[in-house]
């Protein structure tokens, strides 16, 4: 198990290197003077100068790049342009609120495949699977910047039940937590039901069947349990999806996590806040994925000789 | 082996002719569906009652009448007519997407997958790079730095989506190198080129279809959810994604400006999910479950 | 052209092995481990005309010595000699002449034909790539040589039956008109009165076409009835080398015990066949010295220490045994 870690950290420092360079040369994709997109056409040129050289943008790339790596070993990401605070800690603070918002979306999107995969795959092609199915198709084809809108204009307008936006009690989590876990809950059922259909063939679960226990019982205790495994992997990958659609549902309830401040940022041109947001996410999505895997392997030692 | 009670490969010459028929329901009803949205955007100039870019400011975010039935947006334009031309620019780049990017995974996949070695590594390890930005992530950065514009968004969406063919078209060539018919046209003399894509190309295209259906849906939603953040079509354009992101700013008091984009992206996405779904139990029976279009 | 001629000799050598070594890299738990060498010290020749077998059980390297003589394989030590090419520095444009005169058939006839092709494209292209004409008149010759009616043209390889698709495969084979044949276990796939059918063509066609074969078996019977000599392989080894029509006198007990699996063997050899019971040792963990002396039930000391040799005798058959039995 160890070695199964160690070898996965090592197959990780390419990628994780390959992806700090890639976010460093994001700036440089930009068509033109990024200081001139910055500041505006007319700013002033000592301001322009300042800017240029507090971004390192008037030395060679080799040593941007070198400044880039070893101010992020520092855990320094550079200084936003607009609140010229250090741009770690602008991501550190929005954190709780972004990390508030994924559990409430993984919530929502395991409280809601568990019961209907399960309930799906107990009365294949009756009409409880047929609704649960054609339930799951459309939350993976409903766009989260429609349902956030929708939910507001429905629990929030009309019913008065829930607040509108923004972040504080628990009323304020349910909406958004809802429009990010849908998509997930959705493909998520029907990969539980599938990976339940195939637990309830195998052999040990007609011994426990033919032992006289219950239907519960053997769903409960025997198939589901197995059936989880390759669900975790797959919630693993899907946290890309939910990272990503966090993006927007914190813009659609203006939600003060990680994603709002990536769009101001993008909004402002702020392009220091912008990588460092970029490349917070994606090292979180790398570390979950590791995390998964590793989890995966626990549960299911083949995994590890292969 | 569960459910093998169907012959596992449909014979190609009948089963090309009786596809349609043999999608199944939810699947014909996507194909309906979709169709329906084509004919739309082809004839969108035609439908549309009025121009989508005409601009009636007294008569701005009208809800829905005889006139206009999905009501007028905040220039007053018709709504209706814009979601017809809106069709043409979803559906013209979801195709220019996932054509750019079938054609670059599609060559990668081959390449990497049939000569392997160190080339394959290398390009493996790059995949796995782009792989570690979630969703949009990257494709948002990348359009933040270009500049919106729909050009930037075709650019940052293919700059992404050829990976998932490459992966697809990948493994199956890896598996399809060491089949015998593969081996014996190695063994007839033929230059890889004309291996690859003589005997080799035609098996893998069934999944490519499956995924480019899905892919086709991922890139409309992708595309509309740039859009809906303002980095899509510059505002004005009849996209429906920026539709929504105009409609954002007014949605508690004309709601209908979002909704029917948002229904419209519903729609479309739900049926080439259906066509999508319905292409994979037909060419692959085994497999099943909803591809990644979140 | 380059070709290996023997100017007036025993005839000409159209293939040569020389030290012949075939490893693949493993992957263990921390990277690379050593390779596992799935052949070694292969050293053998193909005569013009001749037809050789290679046999022995399923799993002792004798599709991998196929693959390479076709260069389907490359060689990780010695020299592959087909047809005057190195065919482990082949250039690209070498692989047409290479190709018009060396072919192979494989074992699973399904699996070797295209299944989008039918059988028309499937002659046409092999004779087109050679720059032969492929006219139905010269394609309908080829499936009637190899027993097949006109109309197999116009079927798909899966409107066939076993054995038609087999033979499909041999006309495919021999639409270039090659000197040289391998054939890879081409009859363990089909039922036995189609591999009958099946190997009598093959003899037809080696005698009519002046070919020379070389058939992969783990099956005796099969060797028996069309090669005229016989490599007999263990553990990615060649340890015996004779003329198929001696086999009942082989050497080696490992030729022995192969022999003795067969219906017809002699009780005074019972003794051998108990010792053949024993699982095939992996090639990731070669036992010491003789690779068949776990099994073999004359093995000594000296089997455990040293790795005996191919060596040829007085008659020209070759054989690798310390204690070798009486023929």
């Given amino acids: 198990m160890v070695i199964f870690i160690l070898r996965r950290l090592g197959q990780l420092l ?62 320094d990401l550079g200084l936003s342009v607009h609140s010229q605070r250090s741009v770690s800690a602008e991501i550190w603070s929005r954190f709780p609120a972004s990390f508030e918002l994924m559990v409430g979306g993984l919530v929502v999107a395991l409280g809601l495949a568990l019961p209907l995969g399960t309930a799906a795959a107990l009365r294949p092609r009756s009409w409880i699977d047929g609704g649960a199915m054609a339930v799951s198709f459309l939350g993976v084809s409903i766009p989260n910047f429609w349902l956030g809108p929708l939910l507001i204009l429905a629990f929030a307008v009309h019913l008065d039940w829930l607040p509108v936006s923004g972040r504080g009690t628990w009323q304020h989590l349910v909406l958004p937590a809802i429009t990010l876990g849908t998509a997930m809950a959705a493909m998520l059922s029907r990969l539980v039901r599938a990976s339940l259909l195939d637990a309830l ?89 590791l995390l998964t895997d590793i989890l995966y392997a626990w549960l299911d030692p083949r995994v590890r000789l292969a | 082996m569960k459910g093998s009670a169907i012959p596992t490969k449909p014979s190609p010459v009948g089963g090309r002719r009786r596809w349609l028929t043999a999608l199944g329901p939810a699947a014909r009803v996507g194909a309906l569906g979709l169709a329906l949205f084509v004919v739309a955007a082809l004839l969108a100039p035609w439908l549309a009652t009025s121009d989508p870019l005409e601009i009636r400011l007294e008569e701005q975010l009208r809800p829905p009448s005889v006139d206009h039935p999905l009501g007028q947006d905040g220039n007053g334009a018709d709504i209706l007519s814009r979601l017809l031309f809106g069709a043409r620019i979803s559906l013209s780049i979801g195709l220019t997407v996932v054509l750019i990017s079938a054609f670059i995974g599609i060559t990668v996949g081959l390449i990497s997958g049939y000569y392997g070695g160190p080339l394959d590594s290398l390009l493996m390890r790059f995949v796995d790079i782009l792989l570690a930005f979630p969703g949009l992530l990257l494709a948002i950065a990348l359009v933040a730095v270009l500049g919106p514009a729909l050009s930037n968004v075709v650019l940052a969406l293919a700059a992404l989506g050829w990976v998932g063919f490459a992966r697809l078209v990948r493994g ?76 954002r700013d007014v949605l508690f008091i004309a709601p209908h400006v979002s909704i029917f984009p948002g229904l419209a992206i519903l729609l479309l996405v739900l049926a080439l999910n259906f066509v999508g779904d319905g292409l994979r139990d037909h060419l692959d029976p085994r497999r099943q479950g909803l591809g990644g279009t979140s | ?125 092999m004779r087109r790539l050679h720059g032969l004409d492929a006219e139905d008149e010269t394609l309908i010759r080829l499936l009637t040589e190899v027993g097949l009616s006109a109309d197999t043209l116009e079927r798909f390889p899966h409107q066939l039956s076993g054995g038609q698709r087999q033979r499909l495969a041999l006309a495919r084979a021999l639409a270039v008109e090659p000197r040289l044949l391998i054939a890879d276990e081409p009859v363990s796939a089909l039922d036995l009165s189609t591999q009958a059918h099946i190997l009598r063509l093959l003899r037809q066609l080696q005698a009519h076409r002046n070919l020379t074969l070389v058939l992969v078996s783990h099956d005796l019977e099969t060797v028996a009835a069309c090669c005229d000599r016989v490599a007999v392989m263990y553990l990615g080894r060649i340890v015996e080398v004779l003329p198929a029509g001696h086999l009942r006198r082989a ?62 005798d007085a008659d020209g058959n070759r054989l690798a045994c310390h204690y070798p039995l009486s023929s």
Wanted: glycine share 12%; hydrophobic share 45%; with cysteine.
């Fill in chain 3, 1 to 125: 052209m380059p070709e290996v001629v023997d100017p007036r000799g025993d005839g000409t050598i159209l293939a040569r092995l020389r030290g012949v070594e075939m490893a693949f890299p493993t992957r263990g738990w921390l990277g690379a481990e050593p390779p596992v060498k799935i052949l070694q010290n292969i050293d053998l020749e193909i005569r013009a005309g001749e037809s050789l077998a290679l046999v022995g059980e399923s799993g002792g390297g004798k599709s991998t010595l196929a693959r390479l003589l076709v260069g389907l394989l490359k060689a990780t030590a010695g020299s592959v000699e087909v047809m005057g090419y190195d065919l482990s520095r082949l250039h690209r444009n070498q692989r047409l002449p290479l190709y018009r005169q060396l072919q192979m058939v494989f074992q699973d006839p399904s699996g070797s034909l295209d299944e989008r092709w039918r059988g028309r494209a499937l002659l046409s292209e």
């Fill in chain 2, 172 to 247: 199956q060539v890896m598996v399809l190198k060491e089949r015998p018919f593969v081996l014996a046209a190695q063994t007839s003399g033929a230059s890889d080129g004309r291996i690859l894509l003589l005997h080799v190309l035609p098996h893998v295209l069934s999944p490519v279809l499956v995924q480019a259906t899905f892919g086709i849906a991922g890139v409309v939603l992708a595309e509309s959810s740039l859009g809906f953040l303002g980095l899509g079509a510059p505002p004005g354009t009849p996209s429906w994604g920026a539709m929504l992101s105009e409609g």
């Fill in chain 1, 14 to 75: 390419p990628v994780l290197l390959g992806v700090v360079t890639l976010v460093f040369l994001l700036l440089h994709f930009i068509p033109g003077d990024p200081v001139d997109l910055m500041l505006g056409e007319q700013a002033m040129a000592t301001d322009r100068q300042a800017l240029r050289s507090a971004l390192g943008l008037d030395q060679p790339l080799w040593k941007q790049y070198g400044r880039y790596l070893s101010g992020l070993v520092r855990g």
């Fill in chain 1, 201 to 289: 063939g195998d052999d040990y679960v007609r011994t426990a069947r033919a032992k006289g226990l219950t239907a519960s019982r053997v769903v409960l205790g025997h198939a589901l349990p197995n059936a989880l495994i390759p669900v975790v992997t797959v919630v693993g990958l899907q946290i890309g999806g939910l990272l990503s659609g966090a993006i927007i549902t914190e813009a659609v309830f203006a939600w003060p996590g990680i994603g709002s401040l990536l769009l101001d940022g993008i909004q402002s041109r702020d392009y220091p806040l912008v990588q460092g947001c970029v490349l917070v996410v994606a090292l979180i999505y790398v570390l979950v994925n």
């Fill in chain 3, 251 to 312: 050497r080696h007990p490992y030729s022995r015990a192969l022999l003795d699996s067969l219906p017809s063997s002699r009780p005074s050899e019972r003794r051998l066949r108990q010792a053949i019971v024993g699982e095939a040792p992996s090639f990731r963990q070669p036992p010491p010295g003789c690779p068949f002396q776990p099994r073999c039930g004359v093995a000594e000391a000296r089997c455990r220490q040293q790795v005996p040799v191919l060596e040829a």
